[in-house]
């Protein structure tokens, strides 16, 4: 089993959909405000700023559309747009059984890394490391996915009862930190700003255990039971044309290295 994760984990198997093509009409803004949810995310979304709320702001520009927001553990925002409770969400990864209720638009691409504590900086190189060694711990987001052999690797940990669940990122680093988890899975712009802010920058270490695989596409989530399919193609055009026009870009450059940003813009 271990030698399979190992193939799976270099070759890689997340690839991005094709993007749609620019349609005349801007979205029809729906007579009440879209309820969307952000959830707390690194440099992506923290106590109200970040790549994300800079995107909606765009999209709000671009649209004329009024958006009433709110905060949410991510658990709970996949499940109140899989009952309509919600309209959209940001940063969302696409999955068959998410297919089902909503459609995306994805506006970056980002690439999970293995973040190691004390107990396993050491000793353990790869994830072929980390699974003979029984005696430690992963960390998960409750309903995060990662990529196709991330989530591998993941569920082979959960079989053996060395998976750890939480509610959110920043809780997820706490753990980190006090040693109740061994390892996690994040993003740079992610795991830059909570390793900064806990003070574990210099206990910690990262590594890549997927080297053949690429980011993974994230994007803007729309619940197909607010957003028929021509509307949703709508939304895919403007933020398709914010890649297109360099607006992407400037929003992330004002909190990213050039280098990331360059990672990003590839979807």
Not at 21 to 50: H, M, Q
Not at 89 to 102: K, N
Not at 253 to 264: C, G, S
């Amino acid at each position: 089993m271990i030698l399979a994760l190992v193939s799976m984990l270099a070759t890689g198997i997340v690839h991005a959909g094709n993007r749609q093509p620019v349609p005349s009409a801007l979205p029809v803004c729906p007579a009440s405000p879209i309820k969307l949810a952000f959830y707390e995310f690194g440099l992506l979304f923290d106590n109200g700023e970040g790549i994300d709320k800079d995107v909606i702001d765009e999209l709000a520009k671009r649209t004329d559309c009024k958006f009433q927001s709110q905060v949410q553990v991510r658990a709970r925002i996949w499940s109140d747009l899989e009952s309509g409770v919600l309209d959209m969400s940001v940063s969302g990864i696409r999955t068959p059984q998410r297919d089902s209720f909503a459609w995306c638009a994805p506006y970056l691409s980002i690439k999970n890394q293995a973040v190691l504590g004390t107990k396993a900086a050491n000793s353990v190189k790869s994830a072929n490391d980390f699974v003979s060694r029984s005696e430690l711990v992963f960390g998960v987001v409750r309903s995060f996915k990662h990529g196709t052999a991330q989530d591998r690797l993941i569920q082979i940990l959960r079989e053996q009862g060395r998976v750890v669940e939480s509610p959110d990122v920043l809780t997820l680093f706490q753990k980190l930190k006090s040693g109740r988890i061994d390892a996690m899975f994040s993003q740079q712009p992610v795991y830059t700003k909570y390793l900064k802010d806990l003070g574990i920058e210099t206990t910690t270490i990262v590594q890549d255990w997927t080297p053949g695989e690429k980011g993974v596409p994230h994007g803007l989530i729309l619940a197909k039971s607010r957003f028929p399919e021509v509307e949703a193609k709508k939304w895919q055009a403007v933020v398709q044309e914010m890649h297109s026009d360099g607006t992407l870009r400037k929003i992330f450059q004002r909190r990213l290295t050039a280098k990331l940003v360059e990672q990003l813009l590839e979807f």
